[in-house]
């Protein structure tokens, strides 16, 4: 089997998060053969938004739950030094490393096999953790938490996050766990939820900017959040509700 198959298996490997992103641009050349599966969520317009407000270049980063990481890629792609890159799934880490090794980053990439413990005191220059934190309890984290501890511990995670890192690169789905019967908030708003991150976080981080999906004409893209985006758009789906919030660390 050549080493292009085996990225073709563990991108496909069974999981719930399989064929979660997109291929990073510089795979492409070696996998876009039209006999994978993608299922985009919009990571091209997400990235568009992070390096239109945030500096990539010549910085230290840490991916949580990096994926097949897409944007550990484009981070290096855009000019990032390293990147430590933390995946539980064992097929996706494998992916990434064999995808370092073929697109000569083996260098810049520290790849950890495991989900990431935010108790390890780092120094980092940004920090993504994008659709990570309500999957506590679930994928990561105890099993027995109830609805309200695991909205304590996203807080405290986060918390613990603005000690590591200068900016921190973030977003939350409304469900926890994933799952549509288990909302973490009681009308599902991204008033909600922006309001929860604010007040919950406001001695750790300085809100430099969020992001809301608009779709204008047939295109979606991220626009700063003003009065008429911040309302509820269904017809986006539930993903491209969950803002993007790029917030300075108080605590460095």
Known sequence: MTDLDKLKNMYANTSKHSNYQVLASELYHYLAKGDIDVRSRNEHI???????????????????????GYFTFEALRHGASKVDYYEGNDSHSKFVKLSSEILNYTDNINIYNEYYHFNKAHN??????????????????????????ALEAIIEHMKFIAKQTNILVFQLGF??????????????????????????????????????????????????????????????????????FIMKSKCK
């Open 124 to 149: 980092y220059d940004v920090v993504f953790l994008l659709n990570v934190l309500h999957h506590i309890g679930d994928d990561f984290g105890n099993g027995r938490l109830s609805k309200e501890k």
């Open 46 to 68: 997400r990235l568009e938004f992070f390096l239109k407000n945030v500096n990539l270049k010549n910085k230290k980063i840490l991916d949580i739950g990096g994926n097949t």
């Open 175 to 244: 469900n926890w766990k994933g799952d549509c019967k288990l909302p973490l908030f009681e009308n599902g708003t991204k008033k909600e939820l922006i309001d929860f991150i604010i007040s919950s976080l406001e001695s750790e981080y300085e809100i430099v900017k969020i992001g809301i999906a608009e779709r204008i004409d047939e295109d979606i893209t991220y626009n700063d959040l003003n009065d008429m985006n911040i309302i509820r758009d269904d017809s986006l789906g539930e993903f491209l509700n969950r803002p993007i």
